[in-house]
């Protein structure tokens, strides 16, 4: 009963994360239903272009306009070379820049240690993550990877391949969420928050 053209966006939209088949179909009627006539053209366009004006860093592998030789962060002479934070996704980047606490530079690994799925070492960035440390004068290597198993997988791999570099290796630390009570706290992070107390000052 739904033509194909529908069928087809609903399905592409479906397989967006986060969105499921109702949310599918309720974009794709705004989409059609729209006095904007111009909008499903901009999402077109848009959409076209990720891929073409899109490209990753070759030193850090964050993402960057195509254009570029070097993502914005590299590139500038501010930040700290002798100072690497170590993530898993791009999107990870953005979220330590919203802080405006961060001065040093990137490394983005594109994922994290699964065996489960089938990821290695060789499946992320991790020998250009030591040649940077092996060349570029690193002090300090900071490990932002997920608090997950995975995370903790890379975290410790990560560790044992930078310890032979004279090189401070640290990890992000983990606790209790601005706000929140004790009562709701999960075990894990409440004895992580406990491990990783600080001196009031």
Known sequence: MIPEPIRKLVDAFSRLPGVGPKTASRLVFFLLRTSEETLAQTLAEALQNLRAGIDYCPTCFNIME????????????????????????????????????FQGRYHVLHGA???????????????????????????????ATNPNMEGDATAMYLRQQL?????????LARGLPMGGDLEYADQNTLLRALMGRQEMG
């Open 66 to 101: 195509a254009e570029r030789s070097q993502c914005m962060v590299c590139a500038d002479p501010d930040r700290k070379k002798s100072l690497i934070c170590v993530v898993e996704d791009p999107m990870d980047v953005l979220a330590l820049e919203r802080t405006s606490a």
């Open 113 to 143: 240690l699964s065996p489960i799925e089938g990821i290695g070492p060789e499946d992320l960035h991790i020998s250009e993550l030591l040649e940077r440390v092996q060349n570029d004068d690193v002090e300090e290597v900071i490990l």
């Open 163 to 171: 310890h032979p570099h004279d090189v401070r290796i640290t990890r």
